[in-house]
Each structure stands twice: as C-alpha cells, then as structure tokens.
C-alpha cells in the first residue's frame, strides 16, 4: 500500500513533465505565474529572493511583470528543485553555469533588435546577478 506522501510525489513529478504552453505575451502578473507553474505567489517572491536571475519589473503600482524568460526560469527552478532535488544553493549554481548556446542567442538577439528600455533593465538585472555572485564568493 503506497504512502499519500509518495503518491503526491509521483503526481508532482507527473505535473513537472507535462508540457505547458506559454502563452505569448510581453508580460504575466504573479498571478498568471502562479497558475501556468503551478506555484504559490508566495514560492514566487520567496524564490525572486534567492535566485538572481529571477528578477522581474515592477510597474508603477508596483505590482510584479514577468516576462516570459522569468517565466522559463521558474519552470526550471521548479524541474531542479522538485523533479531532480536540489537544494536551492544548487539550484542557483546550476542555472548560473553559462550555456554555450544560450548565450550566444541572447546576444545574437540582442545585436539584432535596437537598444530599448527593455533590454537595458535585462542587461542590469545581469549585472547586478554576476554582482551578487561575485560578492558571495569573497
């Protein structure tokens, strides 16, 4: 006889392989996060703590604007943290290791399309991501 504990970890497993289409749009309020990834708000801000890549834009009223990379990375903090168990120290090391390809897309990308607001607040939102791992490793 199986365990509820374990059951609802098979089912959570289940639930990180399904494939998820993400709607195209610019911009998700936590909200709409919290639906499609099938996480708490609270999980979302606490991880917005931990996770310097995961930084999305306030509007004016201040409420929070993620954008679909946000939205990827939260995907793939959730498949390392509950599909393969991960501390979120490794976590965080595992999506700051630099990937070939996806680097050089970003800045494929980035060369493409003319400099914007967007782009400058990515730009500094990865400063300031190398920032605060250069300063954990000191």
């Given at each position: ?7 609802r970890?098979v089912q959570a497993?289940?639930?990180l392989?399904?494939?998820v289409?993400i ?9 709409e ?7 708490k708000?609270?999980?979302l801000r606490?991880?917005?703590t931990?996770?310097p ?5 306030k509007s ?7 954008r679909r990379q946000?939205?990827e990375?939260i995907?793939?903090?959730k498949?390392l943290?509950?599909g393969?168990?991960?501390?979120i120290?490794?976590?965080?090391k595992?999506?700051a290791?630099?990937?070939d390809?996806?680097?050089a897309?970003r800045?494929?990308h980035?060369f493409r399309s003319p400099v914007d607001?967007?782009?400058?607040k ?10 605060t791992m ?5």
């Amino acid at each position: 006889m199986a365990r509820t504990g374990t059951s609802r970890r098979v089912q959570a497993a289940q639930t990180l392989l399904s494939v998820v289409e993400i709607p195209d749009k610019l911009y998700f309020r936590i909200g709409e996060v919290s639906q499609l990834t099938q996480t708490k708000p609270y999980v979302l801000r606490y991880w917005e703590t931990e996770f310097p890549m995961l930084r999305p834009v306030k509007s004016r009223s201040g409420h929070r604007l993620y954008r679909r990379q946000d939205v990827e990375t939260i995907f793939n903090i959730k498949r390392l943290l509950y599909g393969h168990g991960f501390t979120i120290d490794g976590a965080r090391k595992k999506l700051a290791e630099p990937r070939d390809e996806d680097h050089a897309a970003r800045q494929q990308h980035l060369f493409r399309s003319p400099v914007d607001n967007t782009h400058l607040k990515m730009i500094q939102r990865e400063l300031h991501g190398i920032l605060t791992m250069l300063s954990r490793k000191c």
